[in-house]
């Protein structure tokens, strides 16, 4: 993802974008100045900034209605943190591998199917926290799965037209004492309008995979970019001509085994280390 005036990173051309979108969708947001699309320098490197990283990513799935593959997208996750595809990033800030805390279906959600992330999205988050639905800690990641028919904007740009997923941050130290940042991830429906252009895979569920495996990762090493307005903390692993390690490599898949046995379609992402695109 890529900083955008006080956006969160849109992962995909699509936090912060950085996936693979309709025609060109991205998934991931951009810091202010940066050109996400056109800004592609020879030297990828990723450069640490001060922000936070996640540890060790505690996820809790939360479903925005009747979300498409609840149950399978459980396993995906606890499957994919506890694999090798995470001890790849042992060498960011000593990332290790994270844990599966379970899915909460969302209920008194807005009526509308058109939302809009700084205002609907943010603020049902923050009244999560409010009412203790939701009780983050530094190695929270909430990403928010939604049933297909909604329509999201975010800095102006449509869900399915320009991103296909994001990750983002929420600012919760006035309302909450636990931790200063709430960590998300928007991932609309992959069926639909998304359908074809957010990856290359035989099947909308490895799509899916895919796009929220780049988020995964991305809000694991730079998850406080929603709020970066500067290439200094709480900016975390970032490169300035290419984004976060998803941008960098965006929209190419392969497959890992997850710690649960199951295999996975994830995008890869980039390693320092192997100078390259990797799985593992």
């Known amino acids: 993802m890529q900083i955008t005036a006080l956006l969160a990173s849109l992962a995909l ?15 991931d947001k951009k810091i202010p100045g940066a050109n996400h699309l056109e800004a592609r320098a020879s030297s990828k490197t990723l450069t640490y900034y001060g922000g936070p990283v996640l540890k060790n990513v505690e996820v809790t799935i939360l479903l925005w209605g009747a979300a498409s593959y609840a149950t399978d997208l459980a396993g995906f996750y606890a499957g994919v943190v506890q694999s090798t595809y995470y001890d790849m990033l042992s060498q960011y800030s000593g990332i290790g591998r994270g844990s599966y805390k379970g899915t909460i279906t969302l209920t008194g959600l807005p009526s509308k199917k058109s939302l809009t992330d700084e205002t609907d999205i943010q603020n049902y988050l923050r009244s999560l926290v409010k009412a203790g639905t939701l009780k983050p800690n530094a190695n929270s990641y909430y990403p928010i799965h939604f049933a297909s028919g ?4 975010q800095g102006g740009q449509g869900s399915c037209q320009v991103f296909c997923a994001y990750h983002g941050t929420i600012d919760i130290s006035d309302i909450y004492s636990g931790t200063k940042y709430l960590f998300y991830g928007v991932l609309p429906d992959q069926g639909g309008a ?6 290359s895979a035989s099947t909308v569920f490895a799509n899916l995979c895919s796009v929220s495996s780049h988020e995964l990762v991305e809000a694991t090493t730079d998850p406080a970019v929603g709020v970066a307005t500067t290439y200094a903390a709480p900016l975390a692993w970032y490169n300035q001509a290419n984004g976060e390690i998803g941008d960098i490599c965006n929209a190419q898949q392969g497959t890992v085994a997850g710690g649960n046995g199951k295999t996975y379609t994830v995008q890869k992402e980039w390693s320092n280390k192997a100078s390259a695109c990797v799985l593992k």
């Open 13 to 27: 051309v699509a936090a912060s974008f950085v996936s693979a979108a309709p025609s060109t969708v991205v998934v």
């Open 150 to 153: 909604y329509s999201i904007t």
């Open 194 to 199: 998304c359908a074809g252009g957010c990856g």
